[in-house]
């Protein structure tokens, strides 16, 4: 390369540099380009026990509530009970879920 080539003064290591910050700059925005669907598959995807979770939670509390109303004392009970199992288990996988998320995350060096 000559003198008069204003290219010939930067090295390959940093026009691979810049290809990378272009690259992780584009990366960056094709997700924000993605809709609110999109990227609730992608979390639901990634961890799918939390939404499990939460509509067992949901349905076993909706038929505790009507347990409770048709006046059957042990099965409301027993669906409260329930229900307080179903939340522990989706807290439990949001939990998991954070920890391989954080574990899965490249480190910066």
Do not use: H
Not at 40 to 51: A, C, D, E, G, T
């Amino acid at each position: 390369m000559s003198k008069d080539n204003p290219e010939s003064s930067i090295s390959d290591r940093e026009r691979l540099e810049w290809l990378e910050t272009f690259e992780q700059i584009s990366d960056i925005q094709a997700q924000e380009k993605k809709g609110v669907r999109d990227k609730m598959i992608n979390k639901i995807k990634s961890n799918p026990f939390v939404p499990i979770g939460m509509l067992t939670t949901t349905a076993v509390l909706s038929y505790g509530i009507y347990s409770m109303r048709s006046g059957n004392k042990k099965r409301s009970q027993l669906m409260m009970r329930a229900r307080v199992l179903c939340q522990g288990f989706t807290v439990a996988a949001l939990l998991v879920g954070v920890l391989i998320a954080a574990k899965s995350k490249p480190s910066k060096s």
